[in-house]
């Protein structure tokens, strides 16, 4: 941003993290689905759970509707994130230290301000996240045993972390791809970006819930359910990750054009492969967690012998078999969230520090 001061940076993410929040509740499903079952009266009911409730009953006209009217809200907030995205310029680089080479050594007080600001952000959402999560926790570290059933430990673990997530990663790969192909090498000249996001875009923030009731009509056609096929989610393509990936190809574009008009020659692996490997996998870490934690498609997909984590905490909690707290490792292990926050520890020090959310040409223009 001009003068080094990211406000500009900072109030876009702010902006797309604001229609994020927005998309993430409409389709909200697993606590409301859980703890009340969108009762009473529906008080208490997403858009999403609405849509499931109703699709497996006899009204199917009503939730195909419903339907519809969430996917056309959630591909005008992907739209508009998408416009915001585009119009700034916004692109991701990876700095060689913590600090670019760019900056002037120094705090003005733009920047102070700017720092201060994130840090108060920063530490609000962590409030409310350990107020949040506590619960959570506080039944992780009880290690209450749950109740014998007919799917063994090592089965349902299985099941949780291996079929659904293998999907997701998948659809991160042909992501990383796609964004590479449209960030740096722009087949459709300048205006690449502008031409092949946009008929993603209204599925930016499209997860799996609006997709699942039609796929769940196909797998029971296909006789898929209580497979190992029918474990893997609706989705084939991670449309946030082809995002972050078009984004990642911009900026170390930008930076290797400005190498270029410096004189300096850098081989390709230096400028696109070395800093894209390291966010291939934190973006396939974060998708594979998510997708094993996910309860709406497990649910519909089956919960016999193929049931996941989550399925059977579920069942373990609606049947009130549990008298203390709940089992929550079932779902997610505590020995696994250890690893997870050692692994997101090291990331968070050895490289996300030193990504940045940037605006603009950065010059690319005049190189």
Known sequence: DAGGVPWRSF????????????????????????????????????????VFTTGLGPAV???????????????????????????????LEVDPTLRSGDDQPGWDTGRVLAALATKVLVTVVLAVAGYALWPWLAALVAGTAPPPGAVSDATMFANTWLPPPAGTVIGVAAAAAAGYGIGPLRPLGPR???????????????????????????????????????????????VPALFVFTLLARGQ????????????????TVTRLRPALPMLGVVAVVAWVVSAQDLLWPVLS???????????????????AVGGPAPVALALPGWLVLVLLVVAVVTGVRYLGRVALRTGDGGESGA
Do not use: H, I, K, N
């Open 61 to 91: 006209l009503p939730a195909a509707g419903a339907c519809a009217m969430l996917l056309g809200l959630l591909a005008a907030l992907g739209l508009g994130a998408t416009v915001l995205l585009l119009r700034t310029g916004a692109r």
């Open 302 to 320: 089956g919960s016999g012998r193929w049931a996941t984590g989550p399925v059977r905490l579920y069942q373990v909690v609606s049947g009130g």
């Open 253 to 268: 574009a930008v930076r290797a054009a400005l190498a270029r008009r410096d004189g300096e020659r850098q081989a390709w």
């Open 192 to 238: 690449s970006e502008l031409l092949l996001l946009l008929p993603f875009a209204p599925f930016l923030f499209v997860g799996v819930g609006p997709l699942a009731l039609p796929a769940y009509v196909g797998g029971v056609t296909a006789d898929r359910f209580d497979t190992v096929l029918g474990l893997l989610p609706p989705t084939r393509l991670s």
């Open 11 to 50: 109030g876009l993410a702010m902006a797309v993290a604001a229609l994020a929040t927005v998309a993430a509740a409409l389709q909200e499903f697993t606590y409301p689905f859980v703890l009340t079952g969108g009762g009473p009266d529906r008080a208490t009911a997403t858009p999403l759970l609405a």
